[in-house]
């Protein structure tokens, strides 16, 4: 379990002192976004966060590209929401956080199972002599 650690440990420390002029590779940023949402970081709104507000900014039409949909006109406005945009900043510094967040997840549910298969066979020991 230690040495799974420091191998955790020193992965974030690699990615957070990656120079911010190398580009983060598209299945780092499709994980990290994966992460994001189902560990409820960064404002991301998701079903845990019940009591985060969403930023929203009201945008003309005519800077989308369905604008030409049917129903909708040049004096419509549309909601969108900030963490909608596609187009995020995501630094190395956000995905070296976003990895410590789930490298902490996956090592304590490493414990906490190997805390509960360890004692249930000490406690089988225990009650079969």
């Not at 985060?52 to 039409?61: A, F, G, I, Q, S």
């Not at 900043?89 to 976003?98: A, L, R």
């Amino acid at each position: 379990m230690g040495t799974i650690a420091v191998f955790f440990v020193i992965i974030v420390i690699n990615v957070f002192h990656t120079s911010e002029e190398k580009p983060i590779p598209r299945w780092l940023r499709r994980f990290t976004a994966l992460v994001m949402k189902v560990l409820c970081l960064k404002g991301i709104s998701c079903k845990c966060s019940h009591n985060k507000t969403d930023t929203v900014e009201k945008t003309p039409v005519t800077e989308f590209e369905f604008a030409k949909k049917p129903g909708l006109t040049e004096n419509d406005v549309v909601e969108v929401k900030e963490n909608e945009k596609e187009d995020e900043e995501m630094t190395w510094t956000m995905v070296s956080s976003v990895l410590d967040h789930f490298f902490f997840v996956v090592f304590m549910t490493m414990v906490l199972l190997s805390t509960i298969v360890f004692t249930s066979v000490i406690v089988m020991k225990y009650i079969t002599y």
